[in-house]
């Protein structure tokens, strides 16, 4: 398999193609083609037919671009060409970069469109295509990034790739990329694949296809206990589902990941850092587990656990991650102490550290003066803001990185709109004292901020990165202020900062697609934060409120617009319309988990049956049915989902994700789904389906299970089971459910609604047996109703990812 870092071993095509390689030249552009290339038409820019906005920003790009389809790969067959494929998005600073300095350069663009067949993906409208490439990436390298480039066959296996590489004149460093590998040059890249596919072409597709060989083996996450599970053929859903995951791998995942723990600066290893939902919202339910995973866990460890979770999302709202200023997170910290962001700003981010922070300020307390409320407040307003809802009411998809740093001007820079001078910084406040206070606070210096080995280049030269340095009480003491001084003074700073931003500089371009899996997230986050703050009360109320009809405004859009409820098909991309590209296993995912949390937020029985249609359909879309099936002779059949259909075009394999990244993965998510519609709607088989998802990690959870935190939690669910609460003629503002609405999700209990008649409801959940005539909540326990003791200790939390 060639390098991509190009370091090939001795002998391969590429090795004897790059021996001695130069800067390309001018007359490289005249090599010879096939004679198929003289008849056909010349390339032209397609990426104007896209209605994508990351496609369709490189429309004035030198780059003749092709879109992934047929077309496209007909030509490079016909004519014999090598694929040049960049994967990437929108709002990414080194995907501006290299548009910017590589792609708009007339030697890259020249070489590209006379000697390759260039197609750009957005990776976030085709996720399986980024994961496959990703996949290869990550097997030879220590990380990844985007842009994710590609050089491919005509059959799409892949020859070589890497990530960011610099264009002519362009110096980078180590400590700028996502990988922490100093960049590769382009011009150098494409000399050295110049004479590759001319001149080796029956060892670079040999050894292409060995590439697939061994990226299906590195891909193979979910398929390892296959064996184990063709040896249950007469197993039923009735049966009692073995399996060898059990409460211990918690137990095992909380060591390893302490071992990661960076007690100083919070978060888990060195830089670059990353918010990790999933684990952080793992460890935040240590101690809100059932007793039986304490037990296993050790109270005392499951406190400490806990405490590493707090402990980084209190070091990530003082840092410079945090929007101080427009509310909100940015997508990484590029130092170890949060200081220095990458400046774009993502629905996904927010919408998970949403349930996140949310999680947290239940678990200290949850009243309107606890830790974490305010910022719970502040991410729900940023994700209900007008830039990131669209007119028709779906959440777009993110904010880019860079900007133009004042009106007027052409080039843009990254994270101008967020950056200060102490200058501008003091002239915008205008009050001397104030202007003190707030500097001190955020850390606002004469000659910037940034440490200069972040910055090689003097990008940020004397400009401030806003984060918190002093609190309020050092404040109050240092500057001999009262304790209701500071406060207000940082308040009405911000105010004015937020003013001044918003007139005078130029927002950061906006992706305005909506993405169905993205808004799943956002929905589910914000109707759990709604009812929380429902049952809060005062102000806090009211924000719920607002929050609920935003979620639920965007769910009816999907529902409209992205589902064909006639041919059961859901889409993933609305973007000026709806996108072709049908959805994948985590746009369903998501989106039956917000409709359960709908449900749960209104009562209305709809989102229910919408979550089980939903769910039936991903079943049979994506589940690796133990069954064996005529349709899927290939498949591993050992349970849980593929991230795409058999069918998906353009993907030369299927990928199975069960460990949590920057999101948590589809399979943690589906198996949540699962066990909660298992209870609710008292199927066995879905239950079952949940098991067996979880079973299908097994033997990577035992070796690795610190890379599995979102299904752990599945394994809780597996092994003590659900109780099952029904509401009787009350809705979700009945003060009985205050408790269940108001714990951190750790517990194992999900809430049912009867109310009036619901034949729906009854005859697709026998198990409600004879429902008692008064009203008020009860627990279900095989058929049989008890009240529910509201004063009791019984966890009262829904389990979900």
Same mark, same amino acid.
């Given at each position: 398999?060639?390098?991509?870092?190009?370091?090939?071993?001795?002998?391969?095509?590429?090795?004897?193609?790059?021996?001695?390689?130069?800067?390309?030249?001018?007359?490289?552009?005249?090599?010879?083609?096939?004679?198929? %290339?003289?008849?056909?038409? =010349?390339?032209?820019?397609?990426?104007g037919?896209?209605?994508n906005?990351?496609?369709?920003?490189? @429309?004035?790009?030198?780059?003749?671009?092709?879109?992934?389809?047929?077309?496209?790969?007909?030509?490079?067959k016909?004519?014999?060409?090598?694929?040049?494929?960049?994967?990437?998005?929108?709002?990414?600073?080194y995907?501006?970069?290299?548009?910017?300095?590589?792609?708009?350069?007339?030697?890259?663009?020249?070489i590209?469109?006379?000697?390759?067949?260039?197609?750009?993906?957005?990776? %976030?409208?085709?996720?399986?295509?980024?994961?496959?490439?990703?996949?290869?990436?990550l097997?030879?390298?220590?990380?990844?990034?985007?842009?994710?480039?590609?050089?491919?066959t005509?059959?799409?296996?892949?020859?070589?790739?890497?990530? #960011?590489?610099?264009?002519?004149?362009?110096? @980078?460093?180590k400590?700028?990329?996502?990988?922490?590998? %100093?960049p590769?040059?382009?011009?150098?890249?494409?000399?050295?694949?110049?004479?590759?596919?001319?001149?080796?072409?029956?060892?670079?597709?040999?050894?292409?296809k060995?590439?697939? &060989?061994?990226?299906?083996?590195?891909?193979?996450?979910? @398929?390892?206990?296959?064996?184990?599970?063709?040896?249950?053929?007469?197993?039923?859903?009735?049966?009692?589902?073995?399996?060898?995951?059990?409460?211990?791998?918690?137990?095992?995942?909380?060591?390893?990941?302490?071992?990661?723990?960076?007690?100083?600066?919070?978060?888990? +290893?060195?830089?670059?850092?990353?918010?990790?939902?999933?684990?952080?919202?793992?460890?935040?339910?240590?101690?809100?587990?059932?007793?039986?995973?304490q037990?296993?866990?050790?109270?005392?460890?499951?406190?400490?656990?806990?405490?590493?979770?707090?402990?980084?999302?209190?070091?990530?709202?003082?840092?410079?991650?945090?929007?101080?200023?427009?509310?909100?997170?940015?997508?990484?910290?590029?130092?170890?102490?949060?200081?220095?962001?990458?400046?774009?700003?993502?629905?996904?981010?927010n919408?998970?550290?949403?349930?996140?922070?949310?999680?947290?300020?239940?678990?200290? +307390?949850?009243?309107?003066?606890?830790?974490?409320?305010? @910022?719970?407040?502040?991410?729900?307003? #940023?994700?209900?803001?007008?830039?990131?809802?669209?007119?028709?009411? +779906?959440?777009?998809?993110?904010?880019?990185?860079?900007?133009?740093?004042?009106?007027?001007?052409?080039?843009?820079?990254?994270?101008?709109?967020?950056?200060?001078?102490?200058?501008?910084?003091?002239?915008?406040?205008?009050?001397?004292?104030?202007?003190?206070?707030?500097?001190?606070?955020?850390?606002v210096?004469?000659?910037?901020?940034?440490?200069?080995?972040?910055?090689?280049?003097?990008?940020?030269?004397?400009?401030n990165?806003?984060?918190?340095?002093?609190?309020?009480?050092?404040?109050?003491?240092?500057?001999?202020?009262s304790?209701?001084?500071?406060?207000? &003074?940082?308040?009405?700073?911000?105010?004015?900062?937020? /003013?001044?931003?918003?007139?005078e500089?130029?927002?950061?371009?906006?992706?305005?697609?909506?993405?169905?899996?993205?808004?799943?997230?956002?929905?589910?986050?914000?109707?759990?934060?709604?009812?929380?703050?429902?049952?809060?009360?005062?102000?806090?109320?009211?924000?719920?409120e607002?929050?609920?009809?935003?979620?639920?405004?965007?769910?009816?859009?999907?529902?409209?617009?992205?589902?064909? /409820?006639?041919?059961?098909?859901?889409?993933?991309?609305?973007a000026?319309?709806?996108?072709?590209?049908?959805?994948?296993?985590d746009? #369903?995912?998501?989106?039956?988990?917000?409709?359960?949390?709908?449900?749960?937020?209104?009562?209305?029985?709809?989102?229910?049956?919408?979550?089980?249609?939903?769910?039936?359909?991903?079943?049979?879309?994506?589940?690796?049915?133990?069954?064996?099936?005529?349709?899927? =002779?290939?498949?591993?059949?050992?349970?849980a989902? #593929?991230?795409?259909?058999?069918?998906?075009?353009? /993907?030369?394999?299927?990928v199975?994700?069960?460990?949590?990244?920057?999101?948590?993965?589809?399979?943690?998510?589906?198996?949540?789904?699962?066990?909660?519609?298992?209870?609710?709607l008292?199927?066995?088989?879905?239950?079952?389906?949940?098991?067996?998802?979880?079973?299908?990690?097994?033997?990577?959870?035992?070796?690795?299970?610190?890379?599995?935190?979102?299904?752990?939690?599945?394994?809780?669910?597996?092994?003590?089971?659900?109780?099952?609460?029904?509401?009787?003629?009350?809705?979700? /503002?009945?003060?009985?459910?205050?408790?269940?609405?108001?714990?951190?999700?750790?517990?194992?209990?999900?809430?049912?609604?009867?109310?009036?008649?619901?034949?729906?409801?009854?005859?697709?959940?026998?198990?409600?047996?004879?429902?008692?005539?008064?009203?008020?909540?009860?627990?279900?326990?095989?058929?049989?109703?008890?009240?529910?003791?509201?004063?009791?200790?019984? =966890?009262?939390?829904?389990?979900s990812?």
């Amino acid at each position: 398999m060639m390098s991509a870092q190009l370091n090939p071993p001795p002998g391969s095509a590429l090795a004897s193609a790059t021996a001695g390689a130069q800067q390309p030249t001018a007359a490289e552009s005249s090599s010879p083609g096939t004679d198929l %290339e003289t008849s056909a038409p =010349p390339l032209r820019n397609r990426a104007g037919d896209s209605k994508n906005p990351f496609v369709r920003a490189h @429309t004035d790009t030198l780059v003749h671009w092709q879109l992934l389809d047929d077309e496209a790969l007909a030509r490079a067959k016909a004519e014999n060409k090598l694929i040049f494929l960049t994967i990437g998005f929108l709002a990414s600073h080194y995907c501006h970069l290299t548009r910017q300095d590589s792609f708009c350069n007339p030697r890259i663009a020249n070489i590209l469109n006379e000697h390759f067949i260039p197609i750009i993906v957005d990776r %976030e409208e085709r996720p399986d295509i980024d994961t496959i490439y990703m996949n290869y990436n990550l097997s030879l390298n220590s990380g990844g990034g985007w842009p994710l480039n590609m050089f491919l066959t005509p059959d799409l296996e892949p020859v070589f790739g890497g990530t #960011y590489w610099t264009g002519p004149g362009v110096h @980078t460093s180590k400590s700028e990329t996502d990988t922490g590998d %100093e960049p590769l040059e382009f011009l150098v890249i494409l000399q050295k694949l110049l004479s590759v596919w001319p001149e080796e072409e029956v060892r670079v597709r040999d050894e292409a296809k060995k590439s697939v &060989i061994e990226l299906r083996r590195f891909s193979g996450e979910g @398929t390892l206990n296959a064996d184990s599970a063709s040896r249950q053929p007469s197993q039923t859903v009735d049966s009692e589902f073995e399996g060898e995951v059990d409460l211990d791998q918690i137990e095992e995942a909380y060591t390893r990941i302490a071992a990661t723990f960076d007690p100083m600066c919070g978060g888990f +290893g060195q830089e670059p850092k990353f918010p990790t939902s999933a684990k952080l919202s793992t460890l935040l339910r240590a101690t809100q587990f059932p007793k039986e995973v304490q037990d296993v866990v050790g109270a005392q460890d499951c406190g400490y656990v806990s405490t590493m979770a707090l402990h980084t999302l209190r070091r990530m709202i003082a840092g410079g991650m945090h929007d101080h200023v427009g509310g909100g997170f940015h997508r990484l910290s590029v130092t170890r102490d949060w200081s220095l962001p990458s400046f774009e700003k993502l629905l996904i981010d927010n919408s998970l550290l949403l349930g996140v922070f949310l999680d947290a300020w239940l678990l200290v +307390g949850g009243t309107e003066q606890s830790e974490f409320a305010s @910022t719970v407040i502040e991410v729900a307003d #940023y994700i209900t803001s007008d830039r990131m809802i669209s007119s028709t009411g +779906g959440f777009v998809s993110s904010e880019a990185a860079d900007s133009v740093n004042k009106k007027g001007d052409s080039i843009m820079q990254q994270g101008a709109f967020y950056l200060w001078t102490r200058k501008e910084f003091d002239s915008v406040i205008g009050d001397e004292q104030e202007s003190e206070v707030a500097a001190a606070y955020w850390d606002v210096q004469e000659h910037g901020n940034v440490d200069r080995s972040h910055d090689p280049h003097d990008e940020f030269l004397n400009q401030n990165v806003l984060r918190i340095v002093r609190n309020h009480a050092r404040l109050t003491k240092q500057l001999g202020l009262s304790d209701d001084d500071v406060p207000k &003074i940082i308040a009405s700073a911000r105010e004015k900062l937020r /003013a001044f931003r918003d007139k005078e500089r130029v927002q950061p371009a906006i992706d305005t697609k909506v993405v169905t899996a993205y808004n799943g997230m956002a929905i589910a986050a914000l109707a759990r934060t709604a009812l929380a703050l429902r049952h809060t009360g005062g102000e806090f109320a009211a924000k719920g409120e607002t929050y609920l009809a935003a979620a639920k405004k965007a769910a009816e859009f999907i529902k409209t617009q992205l589902w064909d /409820a006639s041919s059961q098909v859901l889409y993933r991309v609305w973007a000026d319309g709806r996108s072709d590209t049908r959805a994948f296993a985590d746009d #369903y995912a998501y989106l039956i988990e917000a409709s359960l949390e709908l449900y749960e937020a209104t009562s209305d029985e709809s989102w229910l049956q919408w979550a089980d249609e939903l769910q039936a359909v991903q079943i049979k879309l994506f589940y690796d049915s133990v069954t064996p099936s005529a349709d899927e =002779p290939s498949a591993s059949r050992c349970g849980a989902f #593929y991230s795409t259909t058999s069918r998906s075009p353009h /993907a030369i394999l299927r990928v199975k994700d069960a460990m949590d990244s920057a999101q948590p993965s589809v399979n943690a998510v589906s198996a949540s789904n699962l066990f909660r519609l298992g209870a609710l709607l008292g199927d066995k088989k879905y239950s079952y389906l949940a098991k067996e998802t979880v079973n299908a990690f097994g033997v990577e959870m035992l070796e690795h299970p610190h890379l599995f935190p979102g299904l752990l939690c599945g394994v809780v669910s597996w092994r003590l089971g659900a109780s099952q609460l029904v509401s009787i003629s009350h809705g979700p /503002a009945s003060k009985e459910l205050a408790k269940f609405f108001k714990a951190p999700r750790a517990s194992l209990s999900t809430l049912l609604y009867l109310g009036g008649p619901s034949s729906w409801l009854r005859s697709r959940n026998p198990a409600l047996g004879d429902v008692p005539q008064e009203t008020g909540l009860f627990v279900l326990e095989n058929g049989s109703y008890r009240r529910h003791e509201t004063a009791g200790s019984e =966890p009262m939390a829904t389990d979900s990812v």
